[in-house]
């Protein structure tokens, strides 16, 4: 049972994992498309690496 319990919690976190990583490309792509930043400024305050930033600019999914 307590195992049972221990895996629900994984899945709970790695929901909000995802839902935390959606919300940081969704940003990611929003200041892309506003096109005042560089992208390494872009990664730095969105907190996502820079090579997954330049593939946003460049239209391909992360």
Same mark, same amino acid.
């Given at each position: +049972?307590? #195992?049972?319990?221990?895996?629900?919690?994984?899945? @709970?976190?790695?929901?909000?994992?995802?839902?935390?990583? !959606?919300?940081?490309?969704?940003?990611?792509?929003? +200041?892309? #498309?506003?096109?005042?930043?560089?992208?390494?400024? @872009?990664?730095?305050?969105?907190?996502?690496?820079?090579? !997954?930033?330049?593939?946003?600019?460049?239209?391909?999914?992360?």
């Amino acid at each position: +049972m307590r #195992a049972r319990y221990l895996r629900m919690g994984k899945v @709970i976190e790695d929901m909000r994992t995802q839902e935390r990583k !959606e919300a940081m490309v969704d940003t990611a792509k929003r +200041m892309i #498309a506003d096109g005042i930043l560089a992208v390494e400024k @872009i990664a730095e305050y969105v907190g996502l690496p820079l090579d !997954e930033v330049k593939k946003l600019q460049a239209g391909q999914s992360i």
